[in-house]
């Protein structure tokens, strides 16, 4: 019969032998270790199968002995000789010894749980000075001997009966197919949780970055993480868009103020009243330190510089050295010389953010740097009052200010430390805070000097 056209337009459905799904996927990896358990336990009881055959062969040995012991009793001692050989068979050799042949084989290994194990099953064998023993501790066969009424002896070998090799292997086989078991599910398990860890560190980044270098998720692995790994890197676009929107808003309309703030400068010139004009220029100054302080905050963010080499004691020195033409009183201790792999105008703003909050809030600025190849210790101290401790954490958020020590009369709005933080944490290195006893407040930044991949 003809397809139809709908039919025949129709592309065949795949069959995935690998579930799609993360619970088909677990559900398979059980099942596997299920069926391989099975195999290993059927294997096992085989092997058990094995002792209880032991056994059973130690109660038939017994049984086998009582009948002979029994017909040799019965039996005319001119025949006894022939009726040993006659009651051998592949399981068991039977020879008979007469009174008069000296017996005194050697014991070297004395079975008496096999003796315990026999006489349990027939006592009649006690009565008869049964005795088993083997040429090795570890041999597989026995020898023995029982003692007729007359003196002679009924002598018999067995071959095989003691299997101590089973258990051995048994246990082996056992731990080695638990252990496999244990490797297959254990890697299975582990390539099922890769995109999961894959989306634990991506939104880990997330929540760590400052600056918006996030990675996109592989959208690979079961249905479910690929979902979840889609919805992530559309949040992170989403994210990006919304950061770059209020980053660009923040920084036009922060541009755009400098023009009408300059026309009401130029106008409160023009004004009769002379302390009218200086409080309108006070504000115009307020407004355009508040202007200054949002687009430097937001520089870092509208145009990233390039890492390059910078000696980070020179630009130190120099920005003391302004502080000290001023009329500042300030100190630097540490090598001539120390290059690090940064952003040089964003460092540059960082350490002058720093001098010029110890100079404006403590009076003066103490520079000490130390280190050992791989980092830098720069620390900045003041002689001023110091944060209170439980603000120290506070300070470095955007725009809070600590009341009391930072006053609008310094010109400051809370993006000093915060600038700070973003940048260090840029380069990947760390900003500490802490008050000196008897100095003020000391902040500590530790820089790695290698090139950092930001």
């Known amino acids: 019969m003809p397809l139809s056209s709908g039919a025949r337009g129709k592309a065949p459905r795949a069959v995935h032998l690998w579930p799609l799904g993360l619970v088909g996927r677990v559900s398979l990896v059980l099942l596997v270790a299920v069926v391989l358990v099975f195999v290993a336990s059927a294997f096992f009881y085989e092997e058990a199968e094995t002792y209880i055959d032991d056994d059973s062969r130690i109660t038939q040995l017994a049984e086998e002995l009582s009948t002979d012991l029994r017909v040799l009793r019965t039996t005319p001692i001119s025949q006894r000789g022939l009726l040993g050989a006659l009651l051998s068979d592949n399981g068991i050799s039977v020879a008979w010894r007469s009174a008069n042949q000296p017996f005194e084989p050697e014991q070297p290994h004395r079975l008496r749980r096999v003796e315990d194990n026999l006489i349990a099953t027939d006592r009649d064998l006690a009565k008869a000075d049964l005795r088993v023993w083997a040429d090795r501790a570890d041999s597989s066969s026995i020898h023995g001997s029982l003692q007729l009424a007359d003196g002679s002896r009924l002598t018999f070998n067995v071959p095989g009966i003691l299997k101590h090799r089973h258990m051995t292997g048994g246990l082996a086989s056992a731990a080695i197919t638990a252990g496999a078991v244990a490797l297959a599910a254990s890697m299975i398990v582990r390539s099922l949780s890769t995109p999961l860890r894959a989306l634990a560190r991506v939104a880990d980044s997330i929540a760590k970055s400052d600056d918006m270098e996030w990675t996109m998720v592989d959208e690979r692995g079961p249905r479910e993480v690929r979902g979840l790994a889609h919805a992530i890197n559309k949040m992170q676009h989403r994210i990006r868009r919304l950061i770059s929107d209020r980053t660009e808003i923040l920084a036009a309309v922060s541009h755009d103020l400098r023009t009408p703030l300059a026309r009401l400068r130029l106008r409160a010139g023009f004004m009769d009243d002379e302390e009218t004009q200086m409080a309108i220029e006070a504000d115009i100054d307020e407004m355009e330190a508040m202007v200054t302080g949002v687009l430097a905050y ?64 403590g009076g003066d600025a103490h520079v000490t740097l130390e280190s050992d190849g791989k980092t830098a210790l720069i620390s900045v101290i003041d002689d001023g009052p110091g944060i209170p401790e439980e603000e120290l954490e506070k300070v470095l958020s955007a725009f809070y200010r600590v009341e009391g020590s930072r006053s609008r009369a310094t010109g400051g709005m809370g993006l000093g430390l915060a600038i700070v933080t973003r940048e260090i944490g840029r380069a990947r290195g760390k900003v500490n805070l802490r008050n000196v006893t008897g100095r003020g407040l000391c902040v500590e930044i530790t820089l790695p000097l290698v090139v950092a991949q930001v």
């Open 298 to 361: 937001l520089a870092g963010d509208l145009d990233p510089e390039p890492i390059k080499p910078v000696d980070l004691v020179a630009i130190l020195n120099t920005l003391l050295d302004s502080h000290s033409d001023r009329g500042r009183e300030t100190s630097y201790a540490g090598p001539d010389r120390c290059q690090a792999w940064v952003r040089p105008l964003a460092i540059k703003r960082v350490f002058a953010n720093l001098i010029d909050n110890a100079c404006n809030y």
